[in-house]
C-alpha cells in the first residue's frame, strides 16, 4: 500500500523560499507521473505542478515560473522547490499521482506565507 509523507512547510514571509519533500514508498515509485497539490482553507484542492517519469514538468499558471517540481528515483522522493512565495501559496501541500490519484492520502505540509 502506497503511503506518502510530506514535509518541509512552515512559516515565511513574503518573498521567501521552501523546499518541500515528498517520501514515497510502498509503490515503484520510478513507473508513476507524480504532482503536488494545495488546498487553501475553503478551497478545493488543486493540482500545481507534475512531473512525468521522464522528467517533462507541467505547472499551473498561479505557480509558473516560481515553482520547480523534480524528483529522485533512487531515493523515491519528489521535491517542490518555491520561490517568491505568496500569500496565496498558504495552503497544506500534499502528494500524490498526477493522474488517477492513489486512494490515500499523506498529512500534507502546511505552508504559511505571511509578514
Known amino acids: 500500500q502506497v503511503q506518502l509523507v510530506e514535509s518541509g512547510g512552515g512559516l515565511v514571509q513574503p518573498g521567501g523560499s521552501l523546499r518541500l519533500s515528498c517520501a514515497v514508498s510502498?509503490?515503484?515509485?520510478?513507473?508513476?507521473?507524480m504532482g503536488w497539490y494545495r488546498q487553501a482553507l475553503g478551497n478545493q484542492r488543486e493540482l500545481v505542478a507534475a512531473?512525468?517519469?521522464?522528467?517533462?514538468?507541467n505547472y499551473a499558471d498561479s505557480v509558473k515560473g516560481r515553482f520547480t517540481i523534480s524528483r529522485d528515483n533512487a531515493k523515491n522522493t519528489v521535491y517542490l522547490q518555491m520561490n517568491s512565495l505568496k500569500s496565496d501559496d498558504t495552503a497544506v501541500y500534499y502528494c500524490?499521482?498526477?493522474?488517477?490519484?492513489?486512494?490515500?492520502w499523506g498529512p500534507g505540509t502546511q505552508v504559511t506565507v505571511s509578514s
Open positions: 500524490n499521482r498526477a493522474t488517477t490519484v492513489f486512494p490515500s
Open positions: 510502498g509503490i515503484m515509485f520510478w513507473i508513476y507521473d
Open positions: 512531473i512525468t517519469v521522464r522528467g517533462t514538468t
